[in-house]
């Protein structure tokens, strides 16, 4: 266990960069349920490809600036990415773990053939605003070790015992320093290169004895193996930039917020006649009624609500559901029905009702 440092689960203070509606090319999410994670965590480390992306589209919508090829934030001057990083020469490499995404003509473009390597010279800033962009987050150093150590019996990313045909470390001599994502397997809950290839910045902040300072994990391509090990985490300065720094990015829903459904009729009989189902939906006095996207209401996540009118008064949204596709998946009982939608921040709403349904012929 890590006895160094006490860890606070923060973040280091940054800008937010504004938040875009297309995740990265070739993101490759796995879910996971572990005592000490539950949500998706990206397969691979976060690409030279998926992260020139990002640049090309933060440009493009005026949240970072570029000097030479240093990649700047518009916002409090923060250093995201070095495209001037060199490399190493340590393990047997050439330039390895050098920048590799170019900024030229106005245009981000990755050297060929590195696509698929880890991205280096990514600063904590610059890993973080990329989550930011795209909703994700980086996981705690506590997220990442419990997928790691998978079901608590690995000592490494790679499992019980580490090798250099299982990971890309000290030994495992490749020209460029880092390797393709993947490139030795997936282990665990299908995850690769959690030891080795770069270290990944996570969440956690360090209080003591450097304040500030953020945790990193899993080892990497010029460290020895026993950096790699599940437990082991090291710690930079979140504007540091390295050949062997790099991330991995993790969803995990958020709480919805709990609206207040009532849905009419409370006798719902199947062979009676009519065109609509109606449903009133209320929010907490913390979340507007008129926020509401209107096109993300559903019942039971499959009829969608053809019709809305806010009832401003009452403070309350009327959405009407198709009384024709709602029987059809219903079934005589009492039967409970969600309501969920989306605000217009993307924050997800949700409400419970329950009706008697009932298939009663005339007499």
Request: hydrophobic share 35%.
């Amino acid at each position: 266990m890590r006895k160094l440092i006490l860890l606070i689960a923060t973040v280091c203070v940054m800008a937010v960069a504004n938040v875009a509606s297309a995740d990265p090319t070739g993101m490759v999410w796995v879910s996971i349920n572990d005592p000490g994670f539950n949500g998706q965590m990206s397969k691979y480390e976060t690409t030279n490809a998926q992260y020139c992306e990002f640049l090309t589209a933060a440009k493009a919508s005026g949240d970072i600036t570029v000097s030479g090829n240093d990649v700047i934030s518009a916002y409090d001057g923060q250093l995201y990415y070095d495209g001037d990083g060199p490399g190493d020469t340590e393990n047997g490499a050439t330039n390895g773990g050098a920048a590799r995404i170019n900024y030229s003509g106005g245009v981000f473009s990755v050297d060929s053939g590195f696509e698929n390597h880890p991205v280096t010279y990514v600063s904590w800033y610059g890993a973080t605003a990329f989550c930011n962009y795209y909703g994700y987050r980086l996981p705690t150093e506590w997220e990442w070790q419990a997928v790691a150590d998978y079901d608590g019996s690995f000592n490494y990313g790679s499992g019980e015992s580490i090798s250099n045909t299982m990971a890309n470390y000290a030994g495992s001599t490749h020209p460029d320093g880092t390797t393709a994502v993947g490139a030795f397997g997936m282990y665990g809950y299908g995850l690769a290169d959690l030891s080795g290839n770069v270290w990944e910045w996570t969440s956690s902040v360090l209080s003591t004895p450097r304040y500030g300072w953020c945790v990193v994990c899993g080892g990497c391509w010029n460290g020895p193996e026993s950096i790699c090990t599940v437990w082991n985490a090291g710690d930079y300065h979140p504007s540091f930039t390295f050949s062997y720094l790099g991330f991995r990015v993790a969803q995990v829903p958020e709480p919805a917020v709990a609206a207040t459904v009532d849905i009419d009729p409370d006798t719902l009989n199947l062979q009676s006649k009519g065109k609509w189902i109606t449903c009133h939906i209320a929010f907490p006095a913390d979340a507007n009624v008129a926020d509401v996207n209107s096109n993300t209401i559903l019942l039971n996540d499959q009829v969608k609500a053809e019709w809305t009118m806010i009832e401003e008064e009452a403070q309350v949204l009327m959405a009407k559901f198709s009384r024709s596709a709602v029987e059809d998946i219903l079934q005589p009982g009492i039967v409970e029905l969600t309501v969920s939608g989306k605000l217009n921040d993307g924050t997800r709403f949700e409400g419970k009702d329950t009706i008697t349904v009932i298939n009663k012929g005339k007499p």
